[in-house]
């Protein structure tokens, strides 16, 4: 997979769209990890590439996945 410190950031507004629902904070594949300095850097192992500050909580791409996976039974 690699070391996401080495990955480019998603080209603004070619890549990601801004969407309603289907955002990156939302979608299976976002992750996020931090630098050798403890700064914390959202990642999409999908895509190889960085999250821009701010865009996983307002853009997503069409490779959006739903977590259909529920981390508390006791909710359904």
Request: aromatic content about 12%; charged content about 20%.
């Amino acid at each position: 997979m690699g070391n996401p410190q080495s990955w480019d950031y998603f080209e603004y507004n070619s890549e990601l769209k801004s969407k309603r629902t289907k955002i990156c904070i939302t979608c299976t594949h976002f992750r996020y990890s931090t630098t050798d300095q403890c700064v914390t850097i959202l990642t999409c192992p999908f895509h190889q590439k960085l999250i821009p500050q701010g865009d996983h909580l307002v853009n997503g791409c069409k490779c959006w996945r739903e977590n259909r996976t529920i981390f508390a039974p006791e909710a359904t």
